[in-house]
């Protein structure tokens, strides 16, 4: 497994070991588990609006969209493209 970008939100998790039903050892990222990052403010969808767009506007980055599903847990991050839906901002 060749080690995530530095701006990943998989970036400095450690690896861990998995063994297959065939007995084969495959090294994956641990799984992440996440507390909803603190928000300040809130954001209503519009039409046209993008999750690389948004996260470049609440972080700065548009590579750092999934900032926006941490500070959501409760949405699907495929929706959260959905007009007139309200979605908290993380700090950035």
């Given amino acids: ?3 995530p970008d530095a701006t990943s939100r998989y970036a400095g998790l450690p690896e861990i070991e998995v063994i297959a039903a065939d007995g084969s050892a495959r090294r994956l990222g641990a799984p992440r588990a996440v507390p909803a990052p603190p928000a300040s403010s809130a954001y209503v969808v519009r039409a046209g609006d993008r999750l690389d767009l948004l996260g470049l506007v609440a972080t ?7 900032a926006l599903a941490d500070a959501n847990p409760w949405l699907d991050p495929t929706r959260l493209e959905r007009p007139g ?3 908290r901002l993380p700090d950035a």
Avoid: E, K, V, Y
């Fill in 1 to 3: 497994m060749s080690p």
């Fill in 60 to 66: 700065g980055d548009s590579t750092r969209w999934w």
């Fill in 85 to 87: 839906l309200r979605i």
